[in-house]
């Protein structure tokens, strides 16, 4: 699975962006998707992820900010930034695995090229 990411960009703190990732293959819908995000000095860490038959995961942090979606006939998955703070400011990674629960960033099999957030104070 290739999987390319778009949708990063510089928002005021308190706006909203869209992120998409973009699948190859034909099998996209067998994959559990996730986002995760990593600021400058620190870890990746999962944001949120969607299993192949719409289960989500949220880290607390974006819990009732974030919601992530996919469109299987398009076989693209999307997260719904809303309220963004200057501590969502990542780059933010696109990934796969083939089975639900993964947590770490071991856990996930395949990954896109990260697109970067900004948000302003």
């Known amino acids: 699975v290739q999987l390319q990411a778009s949708g990063g960009g510089l928002v005021q703190a308190g706006g909203s962006l869209r992120l998409s990732c973009a699948a190859s293959g034909r099998t996209f819908s067998s994959y559990a998707m996730g986002w995760f995000r990593q600021a400058p000095g620190k870890e990746r860490d999962l944001v949120a992820a969607i299993g192949t038959v719409g289960s989500t995961y949220y880290a607390d942090s974006v819990k009732g900010r974030f919601t992530i979606s996919r469109d299987n006939a398009k076989n693209t998955v999307y997260l719904q930034m809303n309220s963004l703070k200057p501590e969502d400011t990542a780059v933010y990674y696109c990934?796969?695995?083939?089975?639900?629960?993964?947590?770490?960033?071991?856990?996930?099999?395949?990954w896109g090229q990260g697109t970067l957030v900004t948000v302003s104070s």
């Open positions: 990934t796969a695995r083939s089975r639900w629960g993964g947590r770490r960033v071991d856990e996930y099999d395949y």
